[in-house]
């Protein structure tokens, strides 16, 4: 079965977005003394340069990275024995 691309123009969501984090977010972005304005900065500047769908492409990679950089998956990493010698890692 062929998969139809997801528009990031909008429509159907590939990321759940969790409230509480969503909400903490809004408040570093719009409240914090020291995230506010260096976020808000970046916002601007993004926002001047880039299209809605260049600036949704780069919400889902930012996304990814974060998730990709999880302290949780660093961890899990550390915790694995090494690969013996010559044995490719999966």
Do not use: T, Y
């Not at 914090?32 to 492409?57: F, V, W, Y």
Request: some cysteine; aromatic content about 4%.
């Amino acid at each position: 079965m062929a998969r139809n691309p997801i528009p990031l123009l909008g429509g159907k969501s590939v990321h759940c977005i969790n409230e509480q984090q969503m909400a903490e977010a809004w408040r570093l972005a719009e409240e914090d003394p020291n995230s506010s304005p260096k976020i808000q900065a970046s916002l601007k500047e993004l926002e001047a340069g880039l299209s809605r769908n260049e600036l949704a492409a780069l919400a889902f990679v930012l996304i990814q990275r974060l998730k990709s950089s999880s302290p949780f998956r660093a961890a899990a990493r550390q915790a694995r024995p090494p690969h013996p010698a010559g044995s490719k890692a999966q």
